[in-house]
């Protein structure tokens, strides 16, 4: 069973930057890994993922030009790197893996890591 741990969240002001890692315990070559984003009484966003096979990747468009997604394949980890951060990405951020291609529900996922971004 594959293990999810996600680093990197906090406090931010807006318009900065921070990086979030998603560390698994053992190869994500055969599987989707995505970055969702849960915010309490709202619906789960879906913000990014990426293939470990091939390094293709998936973007919001709520994030899209601000956040990009990598792989370590050496080293079982994904990255968020977060840009221009606002407001509006206050949220509980976890990860997912699926195995596979495509991203979907998440068989696999992290506790989750919290960013606030502070006005």
């Known amino acids: 069973q594959l293990q999810l741990v996600e680093s990197g969240g906090g406090l931010v002001q807006f318009g900065g930057s921070l990086r979030l890692s998603c560390a698994a315990s053992?190869?994500?070559?055969?599987?989707?890994i995505g970055w969702f984003r849960q915010v309490p009484r709202q619906e789960r966003e879906g913000v990014s993922c990426i293939s470990g096979s091939d390094g293709d990747t998936y973007y919001a468009d709520s994030v899209k030009g601000r956040f990009t997604i990598s792989i370590d394949n050496a080293k079982n980890t994904v990255y968020l790197q977060m840009n221009s951060l606002k407001p509006e990405d206050t949220a509980n951020y976890y990860c997912a893996a699926d195995p596979g291609y495509y991203c979907s529900g998440g068989e696999y996922r992290g506790q989750g890591t919290q960013v606030t971004v502070s006005s």
């Open positions: 053992g190869s994500l070559d055969n599987y989707a």
